[in-house]
């Protein structure tokens, strides 16, 4: 991915050059406006039509046979749009001019520079009967070059989620848009009949359709009806002219179904185009942008066939021994549609880019300020460049440098460490850990990791037990208040994991640590064992088991350290601790069950929630460090699972459970306010609880003067009102929450509201 990010800031850098007017819009077909609006929509010629879709609603077909196979042809493109002579002419071009004989006029009706081509092949084998079963294979892909393509392929792919027009919501960038087919799109949309013509040896109608509301996240298109069957033919979706999603300039989709009888339907084409930028389109359309192509096709259906369980097994690397290196006759034969004179160019073009100096110096500049990370040697990684600096009340100003090893992004093994150096305390302190990954098929790997620093321990409920961890929970530069309840901690850490299915995975960690209060006179640790003796440090060993489980998650990459894609999958945590008495010292053996689960949920058109709960008990008494804090966030950052009004250490608990919600209504109601709506800003709605108890063995082992206290009279609570997609153009990245504590406000130093602020690159 480090050469296509290079490759696309090398255009960004040009971003604002001089303008030339183009007319066509990503597809080059121009949608008629619908002119006559009907206020009654029994009135409208085309509801009729539409309901008799509605009535004879089709379903898949590929649902009703108990298994089938298929073949599926992906091929990526990404191209840059608007090239004109002042940008070729640019002087960051010079030496790298001979890009611009690739350049294509006719794809897109603008004047473009296609950059990166993937081609990609699948076999699909699905059991739905008895159970529900399924596997994608791949069996050969062909890049245009890029080192690090399967990144920038998921990237592309990350960009996309599957479409059903039949369904009433389709998923765009995991924000539900009302589809044009749905039983309800009449509440949204505006229809109108505009013709009747033969498709595909088929009469059907013309039926165009936009929005009711144009600030509504909602499309502007066309269906094909067949006038025989009421079945969709083809249907052409284009977003808003301003949608407000981040970086997005606009989507535009056509779809294509066979319909081989009354009541079902079969996939067969579906292509769509997102066009990019961080500004918005200009009245002459004529900014610099990327427009980021999928398109898919099927064939080779075989239905009702016996399937192997190695054709319905999933693995992690679900790839064809020999996917990157298949013939060019194989690709002549399989591909379903031929290259274009412009996407073969690709392959050419790219590999002569490759080989130029100027380029390999942007790519290098490139990879520091995407990874924070400049590498020496393709071995080692020296940065972050992100995390250089910090400030907290024990080591005043803090300088940090880290290192890793990083020969390529399918590395089998990592060592990775840091060094800091605080200036008030003058210490330095460190970590370091190794893992290795012995094969990529269940992921089995063992590590170690040694640590020596100051912790915020609490932080985080369901925390794992690993070494290299960043966060601003140690910091006062972005916080409020003093953070007094750093701890020092020295830690040893063996751990080994395997995932036995595909995205579940059991891990086990052996743990060995000392911990004592970075300030005793602010936070005192100290505690009674269960011999009366008192100590002022603790030292603790134990072991973990971890159960982890991602169902429908998509990585990227395949090597140690995976890049995950956006999806909807949950995440669902079990985890056991023991802690063992007398074990290389260690003062207290207890146990700890910990559960976690979090998802994000379309809500129809009214947004996607996420959702989050954790549950837990410690079963012995332990001193503060082992206990559940209730996780608070002193920081001005947003912390999506933490409280945002709650102190570190603030409520203490054996047994617990907290609730997280997050709303995001995706601008339904600013959209109705004359003047805000206009500012493209959405919503976001925040609840959190938390409720717990503290044992009386717990509280009679303090001896410091900290009290202990749980959430136990009352439900904790706090509530939120959040603003993002706060920027310029399509350059919205920024949000601010409002926060409100519910209850418990008579406690000391209790913070009643707050303000947090986010950098968000989603979507």
């Keep these: 991915m480090k050469s296509c990010l290079s490759f696309m800031l090398l255009f960004c850098f040009s971003y604002l050059l001089s303008q030339q007017e183009t007319e066509k819009q990503i597809d080059g077909i121009v949608i008629k406006k619908v002119q006559k609006k009907y206020k009654n929509k029994k009135d409208n010629p085309a509801y009729a039509i539409m309901k008799e879709v509605w009535s004879r609603k089709k379903n898949n077909a590929l649902e009703k046979f108990d298994t089938y196979s298929l073949q599926e042809y992906e091929k990526i493109q990404y191209d840059v749009a608007n090239i004109d002579s002042a940008f070729i002419n640019s002087k960051i071009f010079q030496g790298l001019d001979f890009i611009f004989k690739y350049t294509d006029s006719a794809t897109h009706g603008k004047p473009s520079l296609p950059v990166y081509l993937n081609e990609s092949i699948y076999n699909h084998f699905v059991q739905n009967s008895p159970t529900k079963r399924k596997k994608k294979l791949m069996i050969a892909q062909k890049s245009s070059g890029f080192e690090e393509n399967e990144l920038v392929r998921r990237a592309g792919q990350n960009l996309y989620r599957e479409i059903n027009l039949y369904d009433n919501v389709i998923n765009y960038f995991d924000i539900g848009f009302q589809s044009p087919v749905g039983e309800n799109a009449f509440a949204t949309y505006h229809f109108a009949i505009t013709d009747t013509i033969h498709y595909r040896s088929q009469k059907a109608f013309v039926i165009q359709f936009e929005p009711r509301i144009k600030e509504t996240l909602a499309f502007t298109g066309s269906l094909y009806i067949s006038t025989d069957e009421y079945s969709v033919l083809r249907a052409t979706l284009r977003s808003p002219a301003k949608m407000g999603v981040n970086f997005v300039n606009g989507v535009f989709t056509v779809i294509e179904y066979d319909n081989p009888d009354k009541n079902t339907f079969l996939p067969q084409k579906l292509s769509t185009s997102i066009e990019l930028s961080p500004f918005s389109k200009n009245k002459k359309n004529n900014r610099k942008s990327f427009i980021i192509t999928r398109s898919v096709s099927y064939n080779q259906y075989q239905f009702n066939i016996p399937l192997t369980e190695d054709q319905l097994t999933e693995k992690e690397e679900e790839q064809h021994k020999n996917f990157y290196t298949q013939s060019g006759d194989f690709w002549k034969q399989n591909r379903h549609d031929s290259l274009s004179v412009q996407e073969k160019g690709i392959y050419e073009m790219l590999d002569k880019l490759q080989e130029t100096p100027k380029f390999k110096a942007i790519v290098r500049t490139t990879e520091v300020l995407a990874t924070g990370y400049y590498n020496i040697g393709n071995a080692i990684d020296i940065g972050y460049l992100y995390s250089i600096y910090d400030y907290n009340a024990i080591e005043g100003h803090r300088l940090r440098l880290s290192a890793r090893t990083y020969f390529g992004q399918n590395d089998m093994w990592r060592v990775q460490g840091f060094l800091t150096y605080g200036f008030r305390d003058e210490r330095f302190k460190y970590a370091i850990e190794g893992k290795y990954m012995f094969n990529k098929l269940n992921r089995f790997m063992l590590g170690y990791g040694h640590r020596h620093s100051l912790r915020q321990l609490g932080a985080q409920l369901t925390t794992d037990d690993a070494i290299i961890r960043s966060t601003f929970a140690t910091s006062s530069v972005f916080g409020r208040g003093e953070n007094n309840s750093l701890s020092w901690v020295s830690q040893h850490n063996f751990f080994t994991a395997i995932d036995p299915i595909k995205n579940f995975t059991i891990r086990l960690d052996a743990h060995h640590q000392k911990i004592k209060a970075a300030m005793p006179k602010q936070f005192d640790i100290r505690f009674y064992d269960r011999k009366g003796n008192v100590h002022t440090h603790l030292t603790d060993s134990h072991l973990t088991l971890s159960l982890i489980a991602r169902p429908g998650a998509k990585f990227a990459k395949t090597g140690i350290d995976r ?186 130093n209790s913070s009643k509201f707050g303000i947090k602020f986010g950098i968000q690159y989603s979507y």
């Design 563 to 748: 890049s995950e894609s956006r999806t909807l999958a949950p995440t669902i945590v079990l985890k056991y601790t023991r802690g063992f008495e007398g074990v290389f010292g260690s003062d207290v053996a207890y146990n700890k069950l910990q559960f976690l689960f979090n998802k994000p949920f379309l809500v129809g058109t009214l947004g996607k929630s996420f959702v989050g709960v954790e549950i837990g008990k410690t079963f012995d008494p332990a001193p503060i460090p082992l206990q559940n804090s209730i996780p608070g966030n002193q920081s001005y950052g947003i912390a999506k699972y933490a409280f945002a009004q709650l102190n570190f250490y603030e409520f203490i608990a054996s047994s617990y459970i907290t609730t997280h919600w997050e709303h995001h209504l995706n601008g339904k109601l600013f959209s109705l306010l004359p003047l805000i709506k206009k500012l493209n800003l959405r919503e976001v709605l925040i609840a959190k609880a938390a409720y717990g108890t503290l044992s009386d063995e717990a509280k009679a082992m303090n001896l410091s003067g900290y009290r202990y206290r749980a959430p136990d009279k009352n439900i904790y609570f706090e509530y939120g009102l959040g603003v993002e997609n706060i920027g310029i153009g399509n350059l919205r990245i920024f949000r601010i929450d409002f926060n409100w504590r519910g209850n418990y406000l008579h406690l000391p």
